[in-house]
């Protein structure tokens, strides 16, 4: 366990002086590589979110540190249908109460892209019904004029992974492959006077309504939940396999999350699985 200081993503990139797609392909090439270890031990986050994002050291080349592993659940332990996570990084097939696995990590990492280069989030409405909506169709778009410069294998990227078919969305792997993040399509061009001024605009918000805003949307995922609940296709025979966390206890989960400060220690994968408990930070 380490003690993790640098603070958070979003805060270091509003600090810096310059800011790059290059920067941006740096941070998500870190991001995926932890994930895809993550992956490969059989682990799903299911709750990441630039929040839990953190730097390691306050050091310039301080490496990227996966945080708060509340929620995240070991995928051989039984079917994953819970709603759970967080709004505007949900994937789709969560919301639609359909079984899902490493995929939603792999959307959640496009959502954080897709800020990580505009400064605002891809999905976003005041009413909780709408947001969802967006969501369960993958209804973004890149926005004049603040993709303008954003080059088109950066675009290419985040639709690969922001893809609501889940059997059409890359994986980890597949992700550190693409060009935009092994290559040299990254562009060069300084895009911090944009990135940060929007990221000052829609981040830049005290916790507690942070926490409050997230308090009324897990109501919504409650009600959700439970209405669906009854309609379950599951055969009895996997009732015992199912994630078994209910709705109503995720949604706790989550606003414990929500609520609580960010933890800063370090903890292995393979300590998770030897004690079946939940882990705070994690990196390659």
């Known amino acids: 366990m380490e003690l993790v200081t640098g603070g958070e993503l979003f805060d270091r990139i509003v600090e810096k002086g310059s800011y790059t797609e290059k920067d941006a392909s740096h941070l998500i090439r870190q991001i995926l590589e932890a994930v895809d270890y993550m992956h490969e031990q059989g682990v799903v986050h ?11 050291s306050p ?3 301080s490496k990227i540190m996966i945080s708060d592993f509340g929620l995240s659940k070991m995928e051989d332990s039984g079917i994953m249908a819970t709603a759970c996570g967080t709004p505007g990084y949900v994937a789709p097939e969560v919301l639609a109460q359909k079984p899902y696995g490493k995929a939603v990590d792999v959307w959640s990492i496009g959502v954080i892209s897709y800020i990580l280069l505009c400064g605002y989030p891809p999905f976003y409405d005041e009413n909780d019904a709408n947001l969802f909506a967006q969501i369960l169709k993958g209804d973004f778009e890149f926005d004049s004029p603040y993709w303008d410069e954003i080059s088109e294998s950066a675009k290419h990227f985040i639709k690969n992974l922001m893809c609501v078919t889940v059997e059409k969305r890359y994986t980890c792997k597949q992700a550190l492959g693409h060009a935009w993040i092994s290559g040299n399509e990254a562009s060069s061009r300084n895009i911090h006077g944009t990135v940060s001024e929007q990221l000052k605009k829609n981040f830049a918000k005290s916790r507690w309504k942070r926490a409050y805003y997230a308090a009324t949307v897990i109501r919504q995922m409650q009600r959700m939940a439970l209405n669906s609940n009854s309609n379950a296709n599951f055969d009895s025979s996997n009732s015992s396999n199912q994630d078994s966390t209910t709705p109503t206890a995720a949604t706790g989960a989550w606003t414990s999350n929500v609520l609580s400060s960010q933890q800063s220690v370090q903890s292995h994968a393979q300590e998770m699985n030897k004690s079946g408990g939940s882990t705070n930070a994690a990196s390659q």
Do not use: C, Q, V
């Open 59 to 61: 050091d310039d080349d």
């Open 46 to 56: 299911r709750d990441l979110k630039p929040e839990n994002l953190l730097y390691y």
